[in-house]
């Protein structure tokens, strides 16, 4: 929705904020991930989650979204 899409740069914003303080945390490459998906950017949502399912394979959220860009 178009509400939705005037918060992703502020959400884009804070996953980094995490990710520059923590640079494995898991959860913030997932949704880096997905706001990059709802913004059609696949490229860059495929890298957070390839990053993040290398750090913990078993991750299921990670492999929902990635099944989404892929298919």
Same mark, same amino acid.
């Given at each position: 929705?178009?509400r939705?899409?005037e918060?992703?740069?502020a959400?884009?914003?804070?996953?980094q904020y995490?990710?520059?303080?923590?640079?494995?945390?898991?959860?913030?490459m997932?949704?880096?991930?997905?706001?990059?998906?709802?913004?059609?950017?696949?490229?860059?949502?495929?890298? &957070?989650?390839?990053?993040?399912?290398?750090?913990?394979?078993?991750?299921?959220?990670?492999?929902?979204?990635i099944?989404?860009? &892929?298919?």
């Amino acid at each position: 929705s178009y509400r939705a899409q005037e918060n992703e740069p502020a959400a884009l914003a804070a996953y980094q904020y995490v990710l520059d303080r923590d640079p494995e945390n898991v959860k913030a490459m997932v949704r880096m991930c997905e706001t990059y998906f709802s913004l059609r950017q696949d490229a860059l949502a495929q890298g &957070y989650c390839e990053d993040a399912l290398e750090r913990d394979p078993d991750f299921a959220r990670a492999w929902r979204q990635i099944g989404q860009i &892929y298919y």
